[in-house]
């Protein structure tokens, strides 16, 4: 594992219950430092056992001067490891050594503008006017002592400190935001002090998961891989199947939720651009009976987190003449994860069906290569393992599919609906050259809604259709894209002129927070 190779450097993010501790990482990674999460429970020498060059504490739901807050581990500060705190971590780096962390009256949520006094080490050569990214109830009311009070708000007289002689620097607001306009700056200059060399690429992602993988399954261990089409399965599958060669089975299940020719296009595509063994399997009937009548989406997406399961068992009975087959690999990204409620502390938002899905008597052990990096991190180690571009850069589709952009039951008839309608819409949008600009744009079917209209000169009473095209770098925030107003006429007229179902066509424009990118 890099974390002992002597050619990379190794940061440590001790996580106090963020929403972004993994961008943290991310953000370090991209610094081409290599970087892990640990959680702040973690002794401080198994820690050190790593081998950190810096260590980064985390933001986090507590307020540090509340019982039984996480701490900052004990000896920490003792190791002479360059730590930087961040938001909760810097609060609590300021509460250990002596300052004073209350709540002051005014929190800062969003955007705010950093005032730099004195430019230090964090903020060398930067604006002394920024924007910055906060979230916060809590201040530091005083550094502790020996500390350079490096920046302020109009809200926050101490919104940044350093001790660069013992290594220490903190800052209130979110640098591993891209809202916060310096911010990949002022983590730079922190690891740079640190003497965190940039060492790390992503091929050693590649390889380091290649390796793993090997260890997790063993000389002789089969896996089938449950393959959608999609980039993250597409990465997932090729890093296993380097690891174990034949000993892969890929499963590509078509549970009637797919989009138009979906099925088809997956199964021709995957085998030209690939040599792995896939099987291809009809599951249409047993998804839409175990969906009949169901309308919550959190009860949807456990019905398919289960049925994807249960379909993939009788895979596994189905391929057992070869030997058997212990193995399950999804291309899992961080996303799913914390929005399944899986980070430390973190809310549950939706239960993805790879995730919180998944039924509690799962025979398989997973293997999750992917599952602490961000969609674009995976892209990359997609095009460094040569896979086509049209698979590494295709549009995010989720798992459950149309199953959860129908609002209301799922039934065929609705289905055919809303797959028309999302074939025009990505044929439109394809066709203005908008793909690589949209992360992906959700095409919704409000199957519960009707609303009057005048067709023909008769009176109609159909249903909606959202479109919601957003923009994002990673699906953990995002934006609606401005899409040009002729695409969407063209949309809306195509939509209602072709699908007889749906007599009105509208636009979410809800940005992430507050509205997750899909409805459901
Ligand atoms: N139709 C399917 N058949 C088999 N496995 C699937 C199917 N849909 C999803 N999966 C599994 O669930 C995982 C998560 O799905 P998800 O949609 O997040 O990833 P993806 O489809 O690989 O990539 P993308 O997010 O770009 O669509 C997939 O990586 C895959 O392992
Ligand atoms: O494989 C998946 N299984 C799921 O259950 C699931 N739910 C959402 N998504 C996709 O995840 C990203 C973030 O979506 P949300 O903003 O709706 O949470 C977006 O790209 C969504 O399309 C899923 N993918
Ligand atoms: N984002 C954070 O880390 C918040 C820290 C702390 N909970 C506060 O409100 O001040
Ligand atoms: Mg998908």
Not at 60 to 81: H, I, N, R, W
Not at 348 to 363: A, F, R, T
Not at 415 to 420: K, S, V
Not at 461 to 489: F, K, N
């Amino acid at each position: 594992m890099s974390e002992f190779d002597p050619l990379f450097d190794t940061v440590l993010v001790v996580d106090f219950g963020a929403q972004y501790a993994q961008l943290i990482a991310r953000r370090v990674r991209e610094c081409h430092v290599y970087s892990e999460i640990v959680p702040s429970t973690m002794p401080v020498a198994e820690m050190m056992a790593k081998k950190p060059k810096a260590i980064i504490l985390s933001g986090g739901p507590s307020s540090v001067y509340a019982e039984g807050a996480p701490a900052v581990p004990d000896g920490l500060f003792e190791t002479g490891v360059p730590t930087f705190g961040i938001c909760y971590g810097f609060q609590a780096m300021a509460q250990a050594l002596g300052g004073r962390v209350a709540q002051t009256g005014v929190a800062e949520y969003g955007g705010t503008r950093l005032d730099v006094s004195q430019e230090g080490v964090l903020f060398a050569g930067l604006p002394a006017r920024q924007s910055v990214w906060m979230s916060h109830g809590d201040s530091v009311a005083a550094a502790p002592e020996g500390f350079d009070v490096t920046a302020f708000t109009a809200d926050t007289p101490v919104a940044a400190f350093e001790h660069p002689v013992k290594g220490l620097y903190g800052v209130q607001f979110h640098p591993e935001v891209l809202h916060s306009e310096h911010g990949q700056a002022v983590l730079k200059h922190f690891l740079d002090a640190a003497g965190c060399r940039p060492s790390w690429t992503m091929l050693n992602i590649v390889e380091d998961a290649v390796e793993a993988v090997r260890a997790q399954i063993g000389p002789e261990g089969r896996a089938i891989c449950g393959l959608s089409g999609g980039v993250d399965s597409a990465v997932a599958a090729a890093i296993v199947q380097r690891a174990i060669g034949d000993r892969l089975t890929c499963v590509f299940v078509d549970h009637g939720l797919l989009r138009k020719g979906e099925a088809e296009q997956v199964e021709r595509d995957f085998v030209a651009a690939t040599s792995v063994k896939l099987r291809v399997v009809d599951a249409q009937e047993r998804f839409l009976k175990a969906l009949d009548g169901v309308t919550d989406p959190e009860e949807k997406r456990k019905i398919i987190g289960r049925e994807f399961i249960r379909v993939f068992e009788d895979e596994q009975r189905a391929i057992i003449a070869d030997g058997p087959v212990d193995f399950l690999v999804q291309g899992t990204l961080y996303p799913d994860v914390v929005e399944s409620g899986g980070g430390t502390g973190t809310a549950n938002i939706k239960s993805h069906h790879n995730v919180g899905g998944l039924p509690d008597d799962l025979q398989f052990q997973l293997v999750e290569p992917l599952r602490a990096l961000f969609k674009d991190e995976v892209r990359r180690a997609g095009e460094e393992l040569g896979l086509p571009a049209a698979m590494v850069w295709r549009q995010p589709f989720p798992g459950p599919g149309l199953g959860i952009r129908i609002v209301g039951a799922v039934s065929r008839e609705r289905l055919e609906i809303l797959r028309e309608a999302d074939a025009i819409a990505r044929e439109e949008l394809s066709r203005a050259g908008l793909d690589r600009e949209i992360w992906q744009c959700p095409v919704v079917l409000l199957a519960d809604v009707r609303s009057v209209g005048v067709q023909g000169d008769g009176r109609t009473y159909g249903h909606p259709i959202v479109l919601r095209p957003v923009s994002s770098e990673d699906a953990m925030t995002a934006d609606w894209s401005r899409v040009p107003y002729d695409v969407l006429a063209r949309i809306s007229t195509r939509i209602t002129n072709e699908v007889r179902e749906v007599n009105r066509v509208v636009l979410d424009v809800t940005s992430k927070p507050p509205g997750t990118i899909e409805w459901e």
